[in-house]
């Protein structure tokens, strides 16, 4: 059974850098690769970084720049380095992982982490 387990989180004063980790816990089979979501009070989930299993990534238009994700895979970890934090950054930051799915054919969103708050004021 796989487990995914954020840390990092905190309260951080606007402009400051947060770093956060995703833990797996177990081998993920077939993975597609890992994204940070993140969602704010009121607000929808936004996809916040995505990156491939062989690293490709990508990210939300307003983290440009400013994020990087990076993946050890070898231990299966996940991070988030955030810089230039903003007020607007505010939210539950979680973690998920996708797999391929033989019987649907495409990678899906399997496994998911609790979450880990970052507060920028």
């Known amino acids: 059974h796989v487990q995914l387990v954020e840390s990092g989180g905190g309260s951080v004063q606007a402009g400051g850098a947060l770093k956060l980790s995703c833990a797996a816990s177990?081998?993920?089979?077939?993975?597609?690769?890992m994204t940070w979501y993140r969602q704010a009070p009121g607000k929808e989930r936004d996809l916040v970084s995505s990156?491939?299993?062989?690293?490709?990534?990508t990210y939300g238009d307003s983290v440009k720049g400013r994020f990087t994700i990076s993946q050890d895979n070898a231990k299966n970890m996940l991070y988030l380095q955030m810089n230039s934090l903003k007020t607007e950054d505010t939210a539950v930051y979680t973690c998920?992982?996708?797999?391929?799915?033989?019987?649907?054919?495409?990678?899906?969103?399997?496994?998911w982490g609790q979450g880990t708050q970052v507060t920028v004021s």
């Open positions: 998920a992982a996708s797999v391929y799915d033989l019987g649907a054919g495409r990678c899906e969103y399997k496994y």
């Open positions: 990156i491939r299993f062989d690293g490709t990534t």
């Open positions: 177990g081998s993920i089979i077939s993975r597609c690769g």
